[in-house]
């Protein structure tokens, strides 16, 4: 029986089944876009700059040159306070995070105030700015959830037969920016297909239901007819995109048993551009993040002599771009006799060999801010994949396909793999990931960088997946 009751229509033999072709594994999650993770806190940010601004002004009579700078500072120091202070708490339901968030945003802005020159701000000005940093994270991962939803792509679906068109939409369906509104089959019974999928269908790329601009091919295979069908939906200006490429910008990853190296290496983008702004951000980034993380590394070094004595900083042995290795730095986090016995191995949760105050170091990924050198100096990138040691990498480039494909880029600081998935322990663990980096290789751009570092905060705010 067919959705509305009525009997299911006659397939013809061209409608057969096809063979059963690749099926997610697991749920589909979502990745957000870059525009979901950028847009929401730069409107956010621009939207309390100005409100501030407006109060000062108005309300206070300060001029512009004053106004605009002690905003965007208050506003500023009173979002990431109250950010971290959620993020400690846990519970953004909660009393204690309802009650304690705008107290810290408060004091977070009366800090910031004394920092500019000139008459000290009013409390109106340190109460509205605290008001609006406190709501900020509140609204931040709802407007991205609804960003996301809100920009439905209508798109037209091109299949070889009803039944792999189903298999296709109901594939396609959990991609929340997707909508399926047309359906092309070749040579088909349009009127008993219409009546099955329950939305226009096509026979041909000319007449018919109106096609939408991008239409998603789904299952391209050798016959003359799809073939012949995507010549003339090119030929009248159609974009055509795959269903498997549809799947993996919307999970953010790329399936490693079914990728295709080739592909992979010729749709990279490589641009001179993109490296020079990429390396502008390392540089500018990485001198920026030493100057404001300076207190915590003075603070981090003393927290490692004073529990575990020196030495403070632990160096190691890493692969880099091109398989070339380098030096990692990073704070010691672990007993000085931590490999002495058994040699390179994954960590583990609750690991042994971790100090106490190594713990809290790695949960919140204070260890890694040494590398920041790295970065400055040009062995690793603030964004991209994680350097592997070369014990490693021996081992994985023998279990893991297309593992060597992650050194085509500069390794990172932090990185699509890290922000999406907890970290890694195993073969399987280093599998899973490279699906991830192949994904950042493959659409690595500037706003991809941006949004990665964006979502690096709230991983470290909350300290997810470490060990």
Not at 57 to 63: A, I, W
Not at 127 to 148: H, K, M, V
Not at 218 to 240: F, I, N, Q, T
Not at 385 to 411: K, S
Request: some cysteine; charged content about 20%; proline content about 9%.
């Amino acid at each position: 029986m067919t959705p509305s009751g009525g009997p299911l229509p006659v397939v013809t033999r061209r409608d057969a089944p096809p063979p059963a072709g690749p099926r997610p594994t697991r749920p589909l999650t979502p990745a957000p876009k870059c525009q979901a993770i950028l847009v929401p806190p730069f409107v956010l940010g621009v939207a309390a700059t100005a409100a501030l601004v407006a109060i000062e002004m108005l309300v206070e009579g300060r001029p512009a040159a004053l106004a605009l700078p002690r905003a965007l500072l208050l506003g500023f120091a009173s979002m990431v306070a109250s950010a971290v202070l959620l993020c400690a708490v846990r519970s953004r339901g909660s009393l204690a995070s309802l009650t304690a968030a705008p107290l810290a945003a408060l004091g977070a802005a009366a800090a910031a105030g004394v920092v500019v020159p000139g008459p000290a701000p009013s409390f109106l000005v340190l109460a509205a700015a605290a008001a609006l940093g406190s709501a900020a994270p509140y609204l931040w991962r709802p407007w991205q959830d609804r960003w996301t939803r809100a920009r439905i792509e209508r798109v037209s679906l091109l299949a070889s037969t009803t039944v792999g068109a189903i298999n296709a939409i109901e594939r396609l369906e959990t991609v929340p920016w997707v909508r399926v509104s047309s359906v092309l089959i070749p040579d088909t019974d349009v009127d008993a297909a219409t009546h099955l999928l329950g939305r226009p269908v096509a026979a041909g790329a000319r007449g018919g239901p109106r096609l939408e601009h991008v239409v998603i091919v789904s299952s391209p295979l050798k016959d003359p007819s799809l073939g012949r069908a995507m010549a003339e939906l090119v030929a009248r200006g159609h974009e055509l995109t795959s269903e498997s490429a549809e799947l993996r910008t919307a999970e953010g990853r790329i399936d490693t048993s079914r990728a295709d190296p080739l592909n992979l290496l010729l749709g990279r983008p490589r641009s001179r551009t993109l490296d020079a702004s990429s390396r502008i951000l390392d540089i500018v980034g990485s001198l920026v993040l030493l100057a404001v993380a300076s207190p915590v590394l003075v603070a981090c070094a003393v927290a490692v002599v004073v529990t575990d004595g020196f030495p403070i900083f632990y160096r190691q042995r890493r692969v880099g771009r091109g398989g070339r290795p380098f030096d990692v730095v990073k704070f010691r986090s672990m007993r000085r006799d931590a490999e002495s016995l058994s040699g390179p191995v994954w960590a583990t949760e609750e690991d042994p060999r971790v100090t106490k105050v190594g713990r809290f170091l790695r949960r919140y990924r204070l260890d890694e801010l040494p590398q920041l050198w790295n970065v400055l100096v040009g062995q690793m990138a603030l964004v991209g994949p994680r350097p592997e040691r070369p014990h490693f990498c021996d081992v994985l480039r023998e279990q893991v396909p297309l593992f060597e494909l992650r050194t085509i880029v500069r390794p990172g600081l932090t990185g699509w793999a890290q922000v999406r998935l907890a970290y890694g322990a195993s073969a399987d663990d280093a599998r899973a990931k490279l699906e991830y980096d192949l994904f950042y290789v493959t659409r690595r751009s500037f706003w991809f960088d941006l949004a990665v570092l964006v979502e690096t905060a709230k991983v470290v705010l909350t300290g997810a997946g470490s060990r």
